[in-house]
């Protein structure tokens, strides 16, 4: 019954000790990057984006890009699972 008990706190410590190990080394999740405001126009039919707007959606889309990067990378931290479609 002892010998049960000891192999039992052990493997438990040992958990513990595991967890508090990845928690302490985990990536901190990422925040969500604000948007820009971007202004489409209806003209001709169609829908013309003034320079500033463009410059605005294009930063816009980088920076969901690199937020996207930054929660594959803690994705792939907690599953042990990289992509393969790169």
């Given at each position: 019954m002892?010998?049960?008990?000891?192999i039992?706190?052990?493997?438990?410590?040992?958990?513990y000790?595991?967890?508090a190990?990845?928690?302490a080394?985990a990536?901190?999740?990422?925040?969500?990057?604000?948007?820009?405001?971007?202004?489409?126009?209806e003209?001709?039919?169609?829908?013309?984006?003034?320079?500033?707007d463009?410059?605005?959606?294009?930063?816009?889309?980088?920076?969901?890009?690199?937020?996207?990067?930054?929660l594959e990378?803690?994705?792939?931290?907690?599953?042990?699972?990289?992509?393969?479609?790169?």
């Open positions: 002892s010998v049960a008990l000891t039992f706190l052990a493997a438990s410590c040992a958990t000790r595991e967890d190990t990845l928690a080394i990536p901190p999740a990422p925040t969500l990057p604000q948007s820009e405001p971007v202004r489409f126009e003209r001709d039919g169609g829908l013309w984006l003034s320079h500033g463009y410059r605005a959606l294009e930063r816009n889309v980088i920076a969901l890009r690199e937020y996207a990067a930054k990378a803690v994705l792939e931290f907690w599953t042990g699972e990289g992509r393969d479609d790169r």
